[in-house]
């Protein structure tokens, strides 16, 4: 069973850049052609894309965080990455990693269990 | 961009069928998937291009989309079933979720 986990700080200064790392448990990400995603949820508030990365190294961002994120992929290590600039409290969420299953409709068929990150002023 | 609308709570009575819309324009001509997430826990999908369960998944889960609007049905509603759920599509170029429908089983 794919298994994916966040891992990176738990507390971000304001203005500062959130930095989270998924690693993947086997070498889909090297042997297989899927999008992988990053998710996040304030606390108590509903999901929000982030944007994904394809083993290729192509990305989808939402428009609404395009200026401040970059996903990326190291197939070697079996990992991607989430950059997130010039954060503010409103960034504070639990973010999750997780893999989109198919092409056509983008679903999220595998999740990490979320790592809570609080921006701090 | 893009957007699709959920109600913010539907109550159902155990063992009847529960009922939840995610609302866009023209949201037929796209797929739709849907998300189960109990509290503290990651989302699980429950339902995939509309109308597909993956394995796992109870049979009294299922979905449907046209027009405006998709529908996550739930049949038999259990006190398990109670969770927050999510739609989501796909615009091409960005993912989209609803904000969110709360399930009461009471």
């Known amino acids: 069973q794919l298994q994916l986990q966040e891992s990176g700080p738990g507390l971000v200064k304001a203005s500062e850049t959130l930095s989270l790392t998924c690693t993947v448990s086997d070498d889909s990400l090297r042997t297989s052609s899927y999008y992988w995603g990053w998710i996040r949820q304030p606390p108590g508030k509903g999901l929000e894309w982030i944007g994904n990365?394809?083993?290729?190294?192509?990305?989808y961002y939402n428009p609404s965080l395009k200026s401040r994120v970059t996903i990326s992929v190291d197939t070697s290590k079996n990992q991607f990455f989430l950059r997130l600039t010039s954060v503010a409290a409103a960034d504070t969420s639990v973010y999750y990693c997780?893999?989109?299953?198919?092409?056509?409709?983008?679903?999220?068929?595998?999740w990490g269990q979320g790592t809570l990150v609080t921006v701090s002023s | 961009s893009y957007e699709v609308t959920q109600p913010p709570s539907v109550s159902v009575s155990p063992g009847q069928t529960a009922t939840i819309t995610c609302s866009g324009d023209?949201?037929?001509?796209?797929?739709v998937c849907w998300y189960q997430q109990r509290p503290g826990q990651s989302p699980v999908l429950v339902i995939h291009h509309d109308r597909r369960r993956p394995s796992g998944i109870p049979e009294r889960f299922s979905g449907s989309n046209s027009g405006n609007t998709a529908t996550l049905t739930i049949s038999g509603t259990q006190a398990m079933d109670e969770a927050d759920y999510y739609c989501?599509?796909?615009?091409?170029?960005?993912?989209?979720f609803g904000g969110g429908t709360k399930l009461t089983v009471l």
């Open positions: 023209k949201l037929g001509d796209r797929y």
């Open positions: 990365v394809h083993s290729s190294g192509r990305n």
């Open positions: 989501q599509a796909w615009d091409s170029t960005t993912v989209v």
């Open positions: 997780a893999r989109h299953g198919d092409y056509d409709d983008f679903h999220l068929d595998h």
